[in-house]
Nanobody, 126 residues
Protein backbone atom coordinates (compact mmCIF):
# COMPACT_ATOMS: atom_id res chain seq x y z
CA UNK A 1 0.00 0.00 0.00
CA UNK A 2 1.29 3.44 -0.94
CA UNK A 3 -0.20 6.65 0.34
CA UNK A 4 0.38 9.86 -1.58
CA UNK A 5 -0.05 13.39 -0.27
CA UNK A 6 0.30 16.41 -2.54
CA UNK A 7 1.19 19.92 -1.44
CA UNK A 8 2.26 23.23 -2.92
CA UNK A 9 -0.83 24.26 -4.80
CA UNK A 10 -2.30 27.72 -4.60
CA UNK A 11 -3.20 30.89 -6.44
CA UNK A 12 -0.63 32.46 -8.73
CA UNK A 13 -0.70 35.08 -11.46
CA UNK A 14 -0.11 34.14 -15.06
CA UNK A 15 3.60 33.96 -15.76
CA UNK A 16 4.39 32.89 -12.22
CA UNK A 17 5.74 29.65 -10.83
CA UNK A 18 4.73 26.98 -8.35
CA UNK A 19 6.38 23.79 -7.18
CA UNK A 20 4.18 20.88 -6.27
CA UNK A 21 5.36 18.08 -4.03
CA UNK A 22 4.00 14.59 -3.59
CA UNK A 23 5.15 12.69 -0.52
CA UNK A 24 4.80 8.92 -0.55
CA UNK A 25 4.69 6.39 2.24
CA UNK A 26 6.33 3.00 1.97
CA UNK A 27 9.80 1.57 1.67
CA UNK A 28 9.84 0.77 -2.04
CA UNK A 29 9.31 4.23 -3.47
CA UNK A 30 11.98 3.77 -6.11
CA UNK A 31 10.10 0.76 -7.49
CA UNK A 32 7.29 3.00 -8.68
CA UNK A 33 7.06 5.28 -11.64
CA UNK A 34 5.42 8.50 -10.52
CA UNK A 35 3.14 10.70 -12.52
CA UNK A 36 1.32 14.00 -12.29
CA UNK A 37 -2.16 14.38 -13.72
CA UNK A 38 -4.55 17.30 -13.74
CA UNK A 39 -8.26 17.80 -14.12
CA UNK A 40 -9.95 21.10 -14.84
CA UNK A 41 -13.66 21.65 -14.23
CA UNK A 42 -15.74 20.02 -16.94
CA UNK A 43 -12.74 18.37 -18.53
CA UNK A 44 -11.25 14.90 -18.48
CA UNK A 45 -8.18 14.11 -16.44
CA UNK A 46 -5.00 14.55 -18.43
CA UNK A 47 -1.43 13.43 -18.01
CA UNK A 48 1.05 16.18 -17.20
CA UNK A 49 4.31 14.36 -16.64
CA UNK A 50 5.93 11.23 -15.30
CA UNK A 51 9.26 9.98 -14.04
CA UNK A 52 10.73 6.51 -13.77
CA UNK A 53 11.57 4.89 -10.46
CA UNK A 54 15.25 5.74 -10.76
CA UNK A 55 14.54 9.23 -12.02
CA UNK A 56 16.51 8.56 -15.17
CA UNK A 57 13.60 8.86 -17.57
CA UNK A 58 10.87 11.45 -17.75
CA UNK A 59 7.87 12.17 -19.93
CA UNK A 60 5.97 15.43 -20.29
CA UNK A 61 2.80 16.38 -22.09
CA UNK A 62 3.35 18.60 -25.11
CA UNK A 63 1.27 21.34 -23.50
CA UNK A 64 3.77 21.76 -20.67
CA UNK A 65 7.11 20.95 -22.28
CA UNK A 66 9.63 23.69 -21.70
CA UNK A 67 7.59 25.09 -18.80
CA UNK A 68 7.16 22.19 -16.37
CA UNK A 69 9.83 19.92 -14.99
CA UNK A 70 9.45 16.74 -13.00
CA UNK A 71 11.97 15.33 -10.57
CA UNK A 72 12.14 13.01 -7.59
CA UNK A 73 14.14 12.52 -4.42
CA UNK A 74 14.05 8.84 -3.57
CA UNK A 75 15.81 9.41 -0.25
CA UNK A 76 12.84 11.54 0.79
CA UNK A 77 10.12 9.54 -1.00
CA UNK A 78 9.03 12.68 -2.80
CA UNK A 79 8.31 13.67 -6.38
CA UNK A 80 8.18 17.27 -7.54
CA UNK A 81 6.54 19.19 -10.33
CA UNK A 82 8.15 22.55 -11.02
CA UNK A 83 5.73 24.71 -12.97
CA UNK A 84 7.01 27.87 -14.62
CA UNK A 85 5.44 30.41 -16.96
CA UNK A 86 2.01 29.36 -15.75
CA UNK A 87 -0.99 30.07 -17.92
CA UNK A 88 -4.65 30.41 -17.01
CA UNK A 89 -5.31 27.14 -18.84
CA UNK A 90 -3.07 25.36 -16.33
CA UNK A 91 -5.75 25.90 -13.69
CA UNK A 92 -6.80 22.47 -12.41
CA UNK A 93 -6.61 20.02 -9.56
CA UNK A 94 -3.23 18.33 -9.78
CA UNK A 95 -2.86 14.79 -8.52
CA UNK A 96 0.09 12.49 -8.28
CA UNK A 97 -0.01 8.78 -8.96
CA UNK A 98 2.29 5.82 -8.42
CA UNK A 99 2.51 2.89 -10.80
CA UNK A 100 4.45 -0.33 -10.36
CA UNK A 101 6.05 -2.11 -13.24
CA UNK A 102 5.35 0.35 -16.02
CA UNK A 103 7.24 3.25 -17.49
CA UNK A 104 6.42 6.89 -17.05
CA UNK A 105 5.54 7.01 -20.74
CA UNK A 106 3.04 4.21 -20.31
CA UNK A 107 1.51 6.00 -17.34
CA UNK A 108 0.87 8.88 -19.67
CA UNK A 109 -0.44 6.80 -22.56
CA UNK A 110 -2.81 4.79 -20.40
CA UNK A 111 -3.58 7.35 -17.69
CA UNK A 112 -2.79 4.59 -15.25
CA UNK A 113 -1.80 4.58 -11.60
CA UNK A 114 -1.96 1.97 -8.86
CA UNK A 115 -2.26 4.62 -6.19
CA UNK A 116 -3.52 8.18 -6.29
CA UNK A 117 -3.29 11.22 -4.07
CA UNK A 118 -6.21 13.47 -3.21
CA UNK A 119 -4.99 16.34 -5.33
CA UNK A 120 -4.04 19.97 -4.83
CA UNK A 121 -5.70 22.95 -6.46
CA UNK A 122 -3.69 25.19 -8.74
CA UNK A 123 -5.37 28.40 -9.86
CA UNK A 124 -3.70 30.73 -12.33
CA UNK A 125 -5.21 34.20 -12.58
CA UNK A 126 -4.90 36.54 -15.53
Amino acid sequence: QVQLVESGGGLVQAGGSLRLSCAASGRTFNSYAMGWFRQAPGKEREFVGGISGSGGSTALADSVKGRFFISRDNAKNTVFLQMNSLKTEDTAVYSCAAAYGISAQTMGLKGYGDYWGQGTQVTVSS
